[in-house]
């Protein structure tokens, strides 16, 4: 008796359950998993901080508009709150 799964087995493809051809669910995903893989790389990367020398931080810290040191202060109260999260 053949397999439920195998009913659709014609010249080396194999259908799934829903009549579907798997080789071309196959071509229609496999380009939609590399795109989301590049995302997530991407999104990673822009996530990570930048390790730098302390001369450089201080350099680049005084070169910083007022705006932008306002704006660090204000999260840095968040991001306590989520290492303290983390750590107990």
Do not use: C
């Not at 799964?5 to 939609?32: F, K």
């Not at 795109?35 to 931080?57: C, E, H, N, Y």
């Not at 840095?76 to 303290?84: C, D, E, G």
Request: no cysteine; glycine share 6%; charged share 20%.
């Amino acid at each position: 008796m053949a397999n439920i799964a195998q009913i659709g087995y014609h010249a080396g493809r194999s259908e799934n359950l829903s009549g579907v051809d798997n080789s071309m669910i196959e071509l229609i995903t496999r380009p939609w998993n590399k795109l989301i893989g590049s995302v997530k790389l991407r999104i990673k990367r822009w996530t990570t901080p930048v390790t730098t020398g302390f001369a450089t931080g201080v350099l680049s810290d005084m070169t910083r508009s007022r705006a932008d040191l306002i704006a660090e202060n204000a999260l840095l109260p968040q991001q306590l709150i989520v290492l303290r999260r983390q750590v107990s």
